[in-house]
């Protein structure tokens, strides 16, 4: 039977699941309204679809590392109860695997890979049924070193904060450790200053040298003071130029080359960070005042 765009418009009125899932649905059920019906309701993708408004802000990340590789992900739930809930948890170490093993390009590709005899999305609709909650698989970011380099794997507050690094140079994975602690904690942007772009550089020393010149400073010392607050700006969002956590009167670059080590990368990731934590229904809150 054909399936026409009025009823796929027709299953998502009645269920407010999405448009694919309604034409997968009346697929599989050769039009049959009913029957479409139960079947998204089986998939738990009607329920989930009632949530698919709501904020999912909370959540965790998670690190997972398989020999060479490793991924870092988020996944994010409305509140923090449900975050410490253990479906919620094995349903993280779940997706992180399977991204592993799989290697999307990308969430939404790895949202239509299969997975279980079915689709993520639909794993992870399903888990929202069971859960209560919206579920989302936020992003994701993998990782790969070579045999002479160690991964760094932290999680903070209990994964509020997830940190993958990877140094080369070494096999000691509490080196590469170590530098994910100071990623987690000062939040650098680049690892060198070579990373940082001219045109952020301009920017940042144009910045400074206007501030120099209005507080009044001659300008035969502008140029000078300005490459020196440069300097300390570099230190700011430069890994290899930050005062080291566990040992402040080094750098972290010094650091890692006593062990004969470089930094190649870092990836942070930060729950929530970015996304609207609540959304106010402006309504409801002048119906509150007036009846007070």
Known sequence: MAITAQMVKELREKTGAGMM?????LTETD???????????????AKAAKKADRIAAEGLTSVIVDGNKAVILEVNSETDFVAKNENFKNLIAELGNHLLATEPASVEDA???????????????AAIAKIGE???????????????AAFGAYLHMGGRIGVLSVVEGTTEEEVAKDVSMHVAA???KYISRDEVSE???????KVLT????NEGKPENIVAKMVEGRLGKYFEDICLNDQSFIKDPDQKVGKYVASKGATVKAFVRFEVGE???????????EVMSQVKK
């Open 210 to 213: 206007e501030q120099a010149l």
């Open 134 to 148: 919206k579920l989302t698989l936020r992003r994701f970011e993998i990782l790969k070193k070579d045999e002479n």
């Open 186 to 188: 000062v939040n650098p």
């Open 21 to 25: 899932d309604c034409k997968k649905a």
């Open 111 to 125: 949202l239509a890979s299969e997975f279980n005899g079915t689709t993520v999305n639909d794993y992870i609709n």
């Open 31 to 45: 039009g049959n309204m009913e029957a479409a019906i139960d079947y998204l309701r089986e998939k738990g993708i």
């Open 274 to 284: 970015g996304l609207e934590k609540r959304e106010d229904n402006f309504a409801e």
């Open 199 to 205: 045109e952020e550089v301009a920017r940042e020393r």
